[in-house]
Nanobody
Framework: QVQLVESGGGLVQPGGSLRLSCAATGTIFRVNTMGWYRQAPGKQREEVAAITSGGTTNYADSVKGRFSITRDDAKNTVYLQMNSLKPEDTAVYYC???????????????WGQGTQVTLSS
């Protein structure tokens, strides 16, 4: 059974940094695009950043130049380095992966349980 296990959230001051990690565990044939989403209280979930299996990245305008997404395919892990954090970055951050569990199954989306990032001075 595939699980996405997140870590790295917490409480940080504005201007600070955090690094989120998300490891896909279980029986996995291929991991395609991996990404991070976030949901702030009272708002819809939004995509923050994504990275394809070829290494192409995409960022929300609100985080460009501050966040960086990378992946380690040997570990089926995706990272989100968050710098120059702002109060509006406060949210629950969710990991997402489009992956195949076997060569005979279609790819589908998997989600992590979410990790809280809170900005507070």
């Amino acid at each position: 059974q595939v699980q996405l296990v997140e870590s790295g959230g917490g409480l940080v001051q504005p201007g600070g940094s955090l690094r989120l990690s998300c490891a896909a565990t279980g029986t996995i044939f291929r991991v395609n695009t991996m990404g991070w989403y976030r949901q702030a209280p009272g708002k819809q979930r939004e995509e923050v950043a994504a990275i394809t299996s070829g290494g192409t990245t995409n960022y929300a305008d609100s985080v460009k130049g501050r966040f960086s997404i990378t992946r380690d395919d040997a570990k089926n892990t995706v990272y989100l380095q968050m710098n120059s954090l702002k109060p509006e970055d406060t949210a629950v951050y969710y990991c997402n992966a489009d992956l195949q569990v076997t060569a005979y199954r279609q790819p589908r989306d998997y989600w992590g349980q979410g990790t809280q990032v809170t900005l507070s001075s």
